[in-house]
Structure formats: C-alpha cells, structure tokens
C-alpha cells in the first residue's frame, strides 16, 4: 500500500479524503503522525499557490508524496473589505477558533443575509508532489448558504458546517449523509481519481 502525507492537522480534512484513498490502496496520514512540522507562511495568491507553498515545504524534508490542500470562499454582497477569500479563518489579524468563526459569519449572515442567508461558494486547490513532480488540480462545488442560525452540530476543523446550508437538500452541512452526497453527486471521486493517479502515475516518475 502506498503512503500519502497530507500537509494538515485538520483530521477532518484528513477523513474527508481517507476511505476513498484507502479503496485504491493509498494509505492517508497528516502531520499530527509526524515528528517533524513545518512553520509555512501561506502567502500565495490563491489556494493553488498556497497548496504549492505547503506541499514544497514538506516535500524538502520528507521521502513521501505530499499533498496539500487550501481553499478560498466568496461570499455574496457583503462589503469587499469583509471578502474572506484566502483568509476564511484569520479576520483582521487574528487567527479565529472554530467558535469565533461560527459567531463571526453568522453575523455576517445576520447583517447582511437576506433573511439571515448569504450565497457563497468555496473554490479549492490541491497540489501533490511526488518525486519531486509537482502536479495541482482545482475544483469548485455549487452555491450554497450562509446562515444565522446554527446547527446544533459541529464538525471540528469544519465549523462552517454548523452555519451552512445546501441548497438542494435544504440541509445543513453537518446533516448531510453519505447517501444524500449522492444523490447531489458531491462524492469528490473527481479529487480521489487525481490523488491516486498522480501518485501512481510510473511516467511521474523522475528520469
């Protein structure tokens, strides 16, 4: 089975890639499973070049394939100085906890939501690089909402979970099964597909 370092300690991110990489024999581990970490300033221009910077940094020190992922989210009419962008978890400075960014975007749904609700989208990017072939990949998911008022669930790592709604089901993120994601085909099979085939690719294989 082949090994993966995922460059996160976001165990939730770590799962949302880990059954499906494991059916194509990929083993998945994070940071947290490693000695040695990494202090990276994540100042690209977008979520692949933030990917990039983070995948670089661990591929330096470590014999593994390395994946690294960011995102971005925009948000619909808030004020442009209030678009988070790159920076959906530090807000003027500050490096928010899963609590801050629960109450921060739920008033931002509360100020500016039409009846406490803003349309929003995420943008992601993922670079993996393996014998030191750097390959990226970027995807977006289909608009959903930012509420007010939260779930009484939480997913650690993925707070905005608890405030987001999609818009088929009419359900909030942290509700959402396995057999709803198929049904709005939102299985990420696309982003496992790349994974594995740039890890197993023998013509990446540096000459």
Known sequence: M??????????SKVRRFK????????????????????????????????ALIKARAYASIYDLPVLAMDDN????????????GMFVRRVNGKRLSDDEMLEYYSNLAHTYGDDGKLTCRWIYGIAIICNG???TYTWSKE???????P???INPGYPLNSIS?????????????????????????????????????????KK
């Open 2 to 11: 082949k090994k993966i370092l995922f460059a996160t300690e976001n165990e």
């Open 19 to 50: 059954k499906g990489l494991l059916k194509n024999d990929i083993e998945i581990i994070s940071i947290n499973d490693i000695d040695k970490k990494v202090d990276v300033e994540e100042d690209g221009n977008n979520a692949i070049e933030n």
């Open 143 to 149: 608009d959903f909402y930012i509420v007010d008022k």
């Open 165 to 205: 709604i999609n818009k088929k089901l009419n359900k909030y993120f942290t509700d959402i099964t396995d057999d709803d994601k198929k049904h709005i085909k939102e299985d990420e099979s696309d982003v496992i597909d790349f994974i594995t085939n740039s890890i197993k690719d023998k013509s990446l294989t």
């Open 133 to 135: 072939i750097e390959k």
């Open 151 to 153: 779930s009484d669930k």
């Open 73 to 84: 989210l925009y948000i619909d009419n808030i004020p442009e100085d209030k678009q988070p």
